[in-house]
């Protein structure tokens, strides 16, 4: 052994006994935990939830045109071209003006808990009638509410299309009869703290 | 082999660790041969987490398995999906836009980055370092509301398609990732600074699980796990796909081949990741991010509205999907586990015959055996960590 390795030897021993590397280590943790801006956590659900981007995959929803027509003319592609097979459509002979064409949807449900969201429905949708929205709070208390109807599917977003989400917004619980929901205040939102 | 130890003779006894176990990845069964603390053997018990995903893909059109290939490493999603839809490509000799390219590396490299992150985080906090976890997390939730942005998915991400990508990379995007390259170094630095010199990190994984270069190859492993006992075999560079030969990055290598050269690669790569994803997003050409042949990629939606061949040619992609011609390919790229390769069959029809996948988490986990003997019961879980398997990918 040389003299510069005994020398070495001694810095690091000197370093061991005063504990550096566990000082260096913590000095960081501390410094996260006495500076409030370094606070990344977000208050679900009680005061704070998520607005998804626009691209976001979550719900389904099946839209209208301006004047209140329902867009989907029972084509059967989204159903084709879901690769679980988890989208039923029965069409029917409708001259109304409910849809817009003759043929609407009379059954048009989805069943959730085999639903990959992989928004294939929606890139197969000629008339842009089906669209994966922004809704991702879905748990419920037993399989038959995972599968959503028409009708459901067809109630306007709380999240408007026009909001480019990314942000977290002020929200509050809400007791339904169906359970517990979180009402999000898009008016007063931030951006996610890094 | 057994009795060395005159004084204290224990018995052999069996014990199954896992599959429920807390610091157990995902469902990993092991059945560990222990004479005393120390291993005898050790074998993995897989199959927990089997979905038949080779054989879904049989039953399924080209372009509708993509959301399949997210959950096999759920970790780094779009890794599968470029490993999937590369192979496909490869099987109908399509040569994607050069946009496409620049985004699968840059999309690549970000889930090379997250997939990274929870290695890491998930190992220390298996060795006892609960804070690295979070802070990783921290890290991967930047990363995750990129492909948020993306492509509307944060895990299952389903983002590349054959013949091109789903959605654009929009200047949002290109902004973020400028402010992750911006915000991430001196974090990774911070993960240093706690880990890599912490006398308790280096002891648990310093020595522990050491393979030679040529144990480690007669094994089959690959990935950061290979490249730790100092081959330097990365596919991105030795057998480069997509844009990877006009990068500029280093490969790291270890010497030792132990678990603490493994966790030094993978920080490494980290870095080496970030510098590819700054060269992707800068040099990214403007221009289509699908290739123009109808029958692979539909045309755009609005062109479907306006012009009758484009309703055909979408129908027929949704209905039919397109037919492949006959015969085999294997193609392969560099996951972040390993060398992750799909295997297609095809016997001319619009549904593949076969495929296989060459998973790197399975082929990694039989290292297990030849890495564990001798050491002692609590390194079996640094030894596991080092190798980061995620059984999605295993079991298939
Ligand atoms: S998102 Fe995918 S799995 Fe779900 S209904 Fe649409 S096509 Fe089917
Ligand atoms: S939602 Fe679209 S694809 Fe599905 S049946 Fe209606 S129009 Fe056709």
Redesign the interface.
């Known amino acids: 052994m040389n003299e510069g390795k005994g020398r070495f030897d001694i810095m690091e021993l000197i370093k061991?006994v005063l504990f550096?590397?566990?000082v260096?280590?913590l000095v960081?943790?501390f410094g996260y935990n006495v500076s409030m801006d370094s606070v990344?956590t977000v208050k679900y659900p009680d005061e704070e939830k998520w607005i998804?981007?626009r691209?976001?995959?979550g719900l389904h929803t099946l839209n209208r045109t301006a004047d209140g027509r329902e867009l989907c003319v029972a084509c059967e592609?989204c159903s084709?071209?879901c690769?679980t097979r988890c989208i039923t459509v029965i069409p029917m002979e409708d001259n109304t003006g409910r849809g817009i064409s003759d043929r609407v949807a009379k059954v048009w449900k989805v069943d959730l808990v085999r639903c990959?969201?992989?928004?294939?429905c929606e890139?197969?949708c000629?008339t842009?009638a089906v669209r994966?929205g922004r809704e991702y709070e879905l748990a419920c208390f037993d399989r038959n509410c995972a599968v959503k109807n028409r009708e459901e599917l067809l109630r306007p977003q709380p999240v408007p299309e026009e909001m480019s989400g990314?942000v977290v917004a002020k929200a509050r619980l809400r007791t339904t009869p169906d359970g517990i929901e979180v009402v999000a205040d898009l008016s007063e939102t931030r951006k996610?703290r890094? | 082999m057994t009795e060395k130890n005159d004084l204290i003779a224990t018995k052999e006894i069996t014990l199954h660790m896992g599959p429920q176990h807390p610091s157990m990845h995902g469902v990993l069964h092991l059945i560990l041969d222990i004479q005393g603390e120390k291993i005898v053997h050790a074998e993995p018990d897989i199959g927990y987490l089997h979905r038949g995903t080779e054989k879904i893909a049989e039953n399924l059109l080209y372009h509708q398995f993509v959301p399949y290939t997210d959950r096999l490493d759920y970790m780094a999603s779009m890794s599968n999906n470029l490993a999937y839809v590369q192979s496909v490509e490869k099987l109908l000799g399509i040569e994607i836009p050069e946009r496409a390219k620049y985004i699968r590396v840059a999309a690549a490299e970000l889930s090379r980055i997250a997939g990274h992150l929870l290695a890491i985080g998930a190992w220390a906090l298996d060795l006892g370092a609960m804070s690295i976890l979070l802070y990783a997390m921290r890290e991967r939730e930047y990363v995750l509301d990129i492909f948020e942005m993306l492509c509307g998915s944060r895990m299952t991400l389903t983002y590349l398609r054959v013949g091109g990508v789903r959605y654009d990379f929009t200047q949002e995007c290109k902004d973020a990732c400028a402010r992750m390259i911006e915000l991430f170094p001196s974090r990774i630095d911070e993960y240093e600074t706690i880990l890599t010199g912490n006398r308790v990190w280096i002891q648990r994984n310093k020595g522990i699980g050491v393979l030679t270069a040529e144990q480690a190859l007669d094994l089959g492993l690959s990935g950061p796990a290979l490249r730790a006992s100092g081959v330097k075999w990365d596919i991105r560079k030795d057998e480069p796909y997509l844009v990877y030969d006009r990068l500029d990055f280093d490969v790291p290598t270890g010497t030792n081949g132990d678990c603490f050269d493994r966790y030094l690669c993978r920080m490494e790569e980290i870095r080496q990741s970030m510098r590819i994803i700054r060269q992707a997003v800068r040099d990214m050409p403007d221009g289509p991010f699908n290739v123009d042949i109808p029958e692979i990629c539909p045309p755009p939606k609005p062109d479907v509205y306006k012009n009758m061949e484009a309703l055909i040619h979408h129908f027929k992609y949704v209905s039919q999907g397109f037919k492949a011609p006959k015969g085999e390919v294997y193609s392969s790229i560099e996951s972040p586990k390993g060398e992750l390769g799909v295997y297609i069959v095809s016997d001319g029809g619009e549904k593949p015959f076969r495929l296989k996948l060459r998973s790197p988490s399975f082929m990694n986990l039989q290292t297990v055996n030849a890495m564990s003997e001798g050491m002692y019961l609590a390194d079996v879980i640094a030894i596991i960590s080092s190798l980061d398997p995620v059984f999605g990918e295993c079991d298939k």
């Open positions: 061991k550096t590397d566990f260096k280590g960081i943790t990344i998804p981007y691209r976001f995959r592609l084709k071209a690769p990959l969201f992989c928004g294939y890139d197969a000629p842009r994966l990314g996610r890094v």
